[in-house]
């Protein structure tokens, strides 16, 4: 299309992106190895790099990307594994015109196999640090609580001396939500986001993906979060739609992602022009890149080939996530 140059050349920001979720197959098959990991031996998908890829390409759910998910992360041992991971992603993401990315982690799925927090946290800054010299790319950190676990052992992951020294330091902006959505409502993580708000971190969660457009409403309301991740179903209850414009919170959507887990059946049902017309404040991101077959890029081309949206539609789009994010002004005034 003659507009991928100028999709190509918008300064982007991603909000919505699981570091663990960039670990390629070729990655985490050079990672087993290196580590002496092996792998499900009951499962063919992981007989090759590409049988895995091919996997990738049939999931039916949420919880089926997970499974692959968690497996591929027992690959991840050391600092330098992390930081490798971080890397490629960074690399990747910045062909595609990445500017600024807020990167989710997942404490509780090292911590639970002996890897620590300090471990996979000096892994990601070295990257970032390098991102930041080498590709003019910012980043922030955020750990994520996982909601498939009691939600006593995320407390007590939240309250984890070495992660509240990273949050007191600045080495970790936030707090936010993830996994397993169906069934497990936002409101039982209400300690920690209380816990977090007093601490004046800033606070996301995942609701509306494959939950219904309430935990949205209950997750603003009990949690207080900053912004919402997904909130794709939030198109079905306009009452509450035109509350979280009203609010002006940001909504990550992740297009591909919806498609790859089945959220919607194809691109053009993800709400991408409803929200347009309701004012509702969204931004464009990968999730999970090497599971979901794009990185931030692939979204917006095709969110472009589904929408045919104007220049001045992606500007505003490009803008949205700018303010929206929650690096410093002067940081936003130089991407704007
Ligand atoms: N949803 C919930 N949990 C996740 C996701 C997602 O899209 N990606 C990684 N963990
Ligand atoms: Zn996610």
Same mark, same amino acid.
């Given at each position: 299309?003659?507009?991928?140059?100028?999709?190509?050349?918008?300064?982007?920001?991603?909000?919505?992106?699981?570091?663990?979720?960039?670990?390629?197959? @070729?990655?985490?098959?050079?990672?087993?190895?290196?580590? @002496?990991?092996?792998?499900?031996?009951?499962?063919?998908?992981?007989?090759?790099?590409?049988?895995?890829?091919?996997?990738?390409?049939?999931?039916?759910?949420?919880?089926?990307?997970?499974?692959?998910?968690?497996?591929?992360?027992?690959?991840?041992?050391?600092?330098?594994?992390?930081?490798?991971?971080?890397?490629?992603?960074?690399?990747?993401?910045?062909?595609?015109?990445?500017?600024?990315?807020?990167?989710?982690?997942?404490?509780?799925?090292?911590?639970?196999?002996?890897?620590?927090?300090?471990?996979?946290?000096?892994?990601?800054?070295?990257?970032?640090?390098?991102?930041?010299?080498?590709?003019?790319?910012?980043?922030?950190?955020?750990?994520?609580?996982?909601?498939?676990?009691?939600?006593?052992?995320?407390?007590?992951?939240?309250?984890?001396?070495?992660?509240?020294?990273?949050?007191?330091?600045?080495?970790?902006?936030?707090?936010?939500? @993830?996994?397993?959505?169906?069934?497990?409502?936002?409101?039982?993580?209400?300690?920690?986001?209380?816990?977090?708000?007093?601490?004046?971190?800033?606070?996301?969660?995942?609701?509306?993906?494959?939950?219904?457009?309430?935990?949205?409403?209950?997750?603003?309301?009990?949690?207080?979060?900053?912004?919402?991740?997904?909130?794709?179903?939030?198109?079905?209850?306009?009452?509450?739609?035109?509350?979280?414009?009203?609010?002006?919170?940001?909504?990550?959507?992740?297009?591909?992602?919806?498609?790859?887990?089945?959220?919607?059946?194809?691109?053009?049902?993800?709400?991408?022009?409803?929200?347009?017309?309701?004012?509702?404040?969204?931004?464009?991101?990968?999730?999970?890149?090497?599971?979901?077959?794009?990185?931030?890029?692939?979204?917006?081309?095709?969110?472009?080939?589904?929408?045919?949206?104007?220049?001045?539609?992606?500007?505003?789009?490009?803008?949205?996530?700018?303010?929206?994010?929650?690096?410093?002004?002067?940081?936003?005034?130089?991407?704007?």
């Amino acid at each position: 299309s003659p507009f991928h140059p100028l999709l190509q050349a918008l300064p982007k920001c991603e909000h919505h992106m699981h570091i663990e979720g960039a670990l390629s197959p @070729d990655l985490l098959f050079d990672l087993a190895s290196r580590n @002496d990991v092996s792998l499900p031996g009951n499962d063919e998908s992981f007989a090759s790099p590409s049988a895995l890829h091919n996997r990738y390409k049939r999931f039916t759910s949420l919880d089926d990307f997970l499974q692959y998910y968690y497996i591929g992360m027992s690959v991840l041992i050391n600092e330098s594994d992390f930081e490798d991971l971080a890397w490629d992603y960074f690399q990747k993401a910045a062909s595609g015109g990445l500017a600024h990315a807020e990167l989710f982690f997942d404490p509780q799925a090292h911590s639970g196999r002996g890897v620590g927090v300090s471990t996979v946290v000096r892994g990601f800054d070295a990257a970032r640090r390098r991102a930041e010299e080498e590709l003019g790319v910012s980043s922030l950190l955020t750990p994520c609580f996982l909601r498939h676990l009691p939600a006593e052992d995320s407390l007590s992951a939240f309250r984890d001396p070495v992660l509240q020294q990273y949050f007191a330091s600045g080495s970790l902006i936030g707090v936010g939500l @993830d996994s397993s959505e169906a069934d497990n409502p936002p409101k039982l993580w209400r300690a920690i986001f209380e816990e977090a708000g007093k601490l004046g971190l800033k606070k996301t969660a995942h609701a509306g993906e494959e939950g219904p457009p309430e935990y949205v409403s209950e997750a603003l309301e009990e949690l207080q979060v900053d912004r919402i991740d997904h909130g794709v179903t939030l198109a079905r209850n306009p009452t509450i739609m035109k509350e979280v414009a009203r609010k002006g919170v940001m909504l990550s959507l992740c297009p591909k992602s919806n498609v790859v887990l089945r959220c919607v059946q194809n691109i053009q049902q993800v709400p991408i022009r409803t929200y347009l017309d309701a004012g509702v404040n969204f931004s464009i991101n990968s999730d999970d890149p090497a599971y979901f077959g794009g990185y931030i890029l692939d979204n917006f081309c095709e969110v472009h080939e589904a929408f045919d949206l104007s220049l001045e539609e992606w500007t505003h789009i490009c803008k949205t996530a700018i303010e929206g994010s929650w690096c410093g002004r002067a940081r936003k005034d130089e991407l704007l």
